[in-house]
């Protein structure tokens, strides 16, 4: 039987009281003119071996259990700590040979689902925490991972976890402010050995901090936010499948708590943006007194993407039962994974909802997920859809969405190709961000994740249009990809620039002179939401000479 950690500490430590409480009778009955403290002091002794003989046998028996035990827990400590050692040698040994591993900075929750879903896909993990009793560390050590015990922030246990050889480093302690030191510290003192994760799910922080490190290899991950966007895409992508869906827009109910509740507002401006200029709609439960004054200050932009409505009730409160109105999809996020479960359950059965259009985001209980899995009826099933929060936000691959990051690049280039190209036709020279993704900042490369998430409702669209309604199509998705790219800008704090002369563009002040509707667009600028997503489609040769949305629009007109 394997013996935990704690048991054999535990053991140890009786061990310990019994000799010594033991051992003091044992001693001072057998010469009580010694008195108590020299009782004690001999039993003491028993620990290394050099007392417990008594001058006139036979030994008292309770010396004789006293000295046995001390014996025992002696060899128990020598065992451990050789055990402890040997342990440390052969992890060293181990991190020693890896090479392209991955580097993960906390054992949370988190942390642990990050290194289980790496270690699944065969990857090698070093774990890096600070708390010694950490529960988890015994689990992921059993999953394959090697564990280092000491603070991620000093750089000789990043030396030791082998920080210059490693491919990736998530830092995903339970601090924001932790994780963007770790990175930090390594990036200071090693350079830019390896990709850098820092977890970051403050929207506050990672406001601040995304144009502070435009020269840096940091990338800030927000769970959540992927999370968020990862539900809402899945969404989107089954709206964008129907036509009224496609020419009315997405009307969805959000109740939820917190953080979730801002990022799934935002990844639903941006990810349902898939009915031109017809914006989505989001009724937001639970609000809060305040809230809709602090959003409206931090996204001042909102209302040119999207319609959202405040109900200080509860989803129950907002579409009563038996009402003539009804949301197309319903998310329920509510921090409380029973509450979640119950409000969800309640609004199927006073609500009829066709298809799986509920969904409840449970935030961290594993054991709670097998229990309703193992309960759920067909009508359940039918309806309501169950996800694991951080599963969610870890990605459906890569934990740490590097698919992603494969697409976004691409995105990159072919924007950087078609600007030169145009730049060049007009006798001009193009200069307006690195062609290098490694030189882009991390704001546009977030933009360009973004983009390439979208593609997937894009997609969606293009294989579920009418017979005879390619170009029509076409035109619609350039429509819906300007509408999402201003969706993203607004959602991250972008307003009007107040005028549509290019000059008025300040990035420093998130200031943008093309958040206007498409049609007050120059063609130049309709080119580029076209052909940010064109090439994703794999269009046939056919539609090659059909290079901007303009033609396109002029040749349904003819």
Request: charged share 25%.
């Amino acid at each position: 039987m394997k013996m935990n950690k704690n048991t054999g500490l535990f053991l140890l430590v009786l061990s310990s009281a019994a000799t010594l409480l033991l051992g003091t009778m044992g001693f001072y009955n057998y010469e009580p003119a010694q008195g108590g403290a020299t009782a004690l002091y001999r039993a003491i002794q028993l620990f290394s071996l050099n007392s417990g003989v008594v001058n006139e046998p036979p030994t008292p028996v309770l010396i004789e259990i006293a000295r046995w035990l001390g014996t025992a827990t002696l060899l128990g400590v020598v065992g451990a700590t050789a055990s402890a050692v040997y342990r440390i040698f052969k992890t060293s040994i181990r991190i020693g040979r890896m090479r392209g591993h991955t580097i993960v900075c906390g054992a949370g929750q988190r942390g642990s689902q990050i290194v289980k879903s790496l270690r699944k896909a065969g990857g090698a993990v070093v774990v890096v925490e600070i708390n010694e009793s950490n529960q988890n560390l015994g689990e992921l050590r059993d999953v394959g991972a090697e564990v280092i015990l000491g603070n991620a922030l000093d750089s000789t246990k990043m030396k030791e976890a082998g920080i210059e050889r490693a491919a990736k480093l998530v830092a995903v302690t339970h601090k924001d402010e932790t994780n963007l030191g770790i990175c930090s510290e390594v990036e200071n003192k090693f350079g830019k050995v390896c990709e850098l994760h820092s977890g970051v799910e403050s929207f506050e922080l990672r406001s601040y901090f995304i144009d502070r490190i435009k020269d840096s290899g940091i990338r800030l991950d927000s769970f959540i936010t992927k999370a968020a966007r990862q539900l809402m895409l899945e969404i989107a992508c089954e709206a964008t499948k129907t036509a009224v869906f496609r020419e009315n827009g997405v009307r969805i109910l959000i109740d939820a708590a917190g953080a979730y509740q801002q990022e799934l507002i935002r990844a639903g401006a941006i990810m349902l943006q898939i009915s031109a200029e017809k914006k989505p709609r989001i009724d937001l439960c639970s609000a809060g007194q305040g809230r809709e004054s602090i959003f409206k200050e931090r996204f001042p932009a909102a209302e040119l993407v999207i319609d959202l409505a405040w109900h200080a009730g509860t989803a129950d409160s907002a579409f009563p039962e038996g009402g003539d109105v009804c949301p197309d999809f319903v998310v329920f996020a509510l921090g409380d994974d029973t509450a979640t479960l119950e409000a969800a359950d309640r609004f199927r059965m006073r609500h009829n909802i066709a298809a799986p259009r509920i969904f409840a985001c449970l935030s961290n209980t594993t054991e709670l997920c097998e229990l309703v899995a193992k309960s759920r009826t067909k009508k359940d099933i039918a309806i309501i859809e169950i996800r694991n929060w951080f599963s969610l936000g870890l990605g459906k691959k890569d934990p740490l969405e590097l698919d992603i990051d494969k697409v976004a690049k691409q995105c990159h280039a072919i924007y950087c190709q078609k600007a030169i190209e145009k730049a060049a036709k007009d006798g001009k020279k193009w200069n307006d961000m690195p062609q290098d993704w490694a030189l882009l900042a991390e704001r546009y490369r977030e933009s360009n994740r973004l983009l390439a998430l979208h593609h997937e409702v894009k997609k969606a669209a293009w294989e579920h249009r009418g017979k005879g309604q390619d170009k029509e199509m076409l035109v619609h998705l350039s429509r819906s990809e300007h509408m999402r790219w201003m969706a993203e800008k607004a959602m991250d704090g972008w307003r009007w620039s107040g005028s549509n002369d290019e000059n008025s563009r300040k990035n420093d002040r998130l200031l943008h002179h093309q958040l206007v509707p498409y049609d007050a667009l120059t063609n130049h600028a309709k080119d580029k939401d076209y052909n940010t997503f064109l090439w994703a489609l794999d269009l046939p040769e056919g539609f090659e000479g059909l290079s901007s949305p303009s033609d396109l629009e002029n040749e349904i007109k003819k």
